[in-house]
């Protein structure tokens, strides 16, 4: 049987490592073409590269998130060499630092805002704008389980993802009947660098962070990944506007 995203076009931001690198592979095992963005040109190549060798083209586009000529720019090359923008899968996000409220530097702050929910409303602009032209798409945001409940030591991030989540619902009832489906992915704790960086390495935190999920362990990128595809498939066709926990059972 033929891959069912044979003949369409997925663009993953954040895709150079963990979840949106996971997120471009499943595309390219679906039949797919992918773009791929990241600040990171390293990883990013080195997923194009994992793409091809699934038989899929893939093409790399340098892009800071945050910058609107960047993800402008971003999207014209997408369509240009590929044509189309079916799915797009806006990842590509920072953890910030952890400090109390009162002590949360401005310009972390301000960073984290920027790339993780300015970043998404930008790659959403201008893809939604491309989509109306070709006829719909499917869009799937990066939020997390603190877009859905607070988390104490990381206000801006909260903040950030729970804008995700409040973004995703607008854009979704705006462009409910232009066949533009957005929903949004709440993952709970997943093993990429970014939990690394945030345990910094210590395997007994790790290990507590395992244990604070119902399901007794950390979530693989993969399993992300999975949702992502269902909500951009046409299994998903009456699902807009939706948060999807992927978080082994942390929000029940
Ligand atoms: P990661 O750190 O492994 O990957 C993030 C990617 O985003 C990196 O390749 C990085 O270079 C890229 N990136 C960072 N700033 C960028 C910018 N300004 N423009 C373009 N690319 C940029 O992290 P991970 O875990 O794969 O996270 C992906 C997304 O999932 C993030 O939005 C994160 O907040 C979210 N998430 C992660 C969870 C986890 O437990 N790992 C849980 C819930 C949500």
Request: a negative charge; aromatic letters at 6%.
């Amino acid at each position: 049987m033929e891959p069912p995203f044979i003949g369409k076009v997925a663009l993953v931001t954040g895709a150079a490592a963990g979840i949106g690198r996971a997120s471009a592979l499943a595309f390219a095992r679906e039949g797919a073409k992918v773009v791929v963005a990241d600040v990171n040109v390293e990883g990013g190549e080195e997923t194009i590269a994992l793409c091809r060798a699934l038989n899929t083209d893939a093409m790399f586009v340098r892009c800071d998130v945050s910058q609107r000529d960047e993800v402008e720019r971003l999207i014209a090359l997408a369509v240009d060499t590929f044509g189309r923008i079916d799915f797009a899968h806006n990842n590509a996000g920072i953890e910030g630092v952890q400090a109390m409220l009162a002590d949360y530097p401005e310009e972390v702050w301000d960073r984290v805002i920027e790339i993780n929910l300015k970043g998404v409303w930008l790659c959403m602009k201008y893809e939604i704008r491309h989509m109306l032209k070709q006829g719909g798409g499917a869009i799937v945001n990066t939020s997390s389980v603190a877009g859905l409940a607070g988390s104490r030591g990381v206000s801006a991030y909260v903040a950030s993802k729970h804008g995700i989540v409040g973004i995703t619902k607008a854009a979704a009832l705006e462009y409910a009947r232009n066949g533009i489906r957005v929903n949004a992915i709440c993952p709970g704790t997943i093993h990429t660098a970014m939990i690394d960086r945030f345990t910094q390495g210590d395997p007994q935190l790790l290990a507590q962070f395992a244990e604070g999920e119902p399901i007794g362990r950390l979530g693989s990128p993969e399993e992300v990944a999975n949702a992502v595809i269902w909500l951009c498939s046409d299994k998903a066709s009456f699902v807009t506007g939706a948060t999807l926990a992927v978080d082994g059972g942390r929000l029940a």
